[in-house]
């Protein structure tokens, strides 16, 4: 069985920085592409960064500059780091994983052909 069980999240003021981790497990973790995404109450869950095998990494404009995805397959794991964290960031953020063709077309995850979810971990930001 696939798992991929996020940690890190967790109550931070503005300004602050947080890391957060993703460890997988059942699959063939330099075969896929892996990715970070968020949903915020009453938004649709929207994609944040991605990277592949290789190290390439995609993100989206919201964030590009602020946060740095990045993953070590001698774990199989992927991380992201979050810096400068915004009241508007507050959200449960989502590791994903997905075959890497997608990513290396379009220039990111698209939500609805993501094989694999993580459950989330809960990041609150305070002003």
């Known amino acids: 069985q696939v798992q991929l069980v996020e940690s890190g999240g967790g109550l931070v003021q503005a300004g602050d920085s947080l890391r957060l981790s993703c460890a997988t497990s059942?699959?063939?973790?330099?075969?896929?592409?892996m990715g970070w995404f968020r949903q915020a109450p009453g938004k649709e869950r929207g994609f944040l960064a991605a990277i592949l095998n290789d190290g390439s990494a995609y993100y989206a404009d919201s964030v590009k500059g602020r946060f740095t995805i990045s993953r070590d397959n001698a774990k199989n794991t992927v991380s992201l780091q979050m810096n400068n964290l915004k009241p508007e960031d507050t959200a449960v953020y989502y590791c994903a994983a997905d075959r890497p063709a997608s990513l290396q077309r379009l220039g990111f995850m698209h939500s609805k052909v993501v094989n694999y979810w993580g459950k989330g971990t809960l990041v609150t930001v305070s002003s």
């Open positions: 059942g699959l063939t973790f330099a075969g896929y592409a």
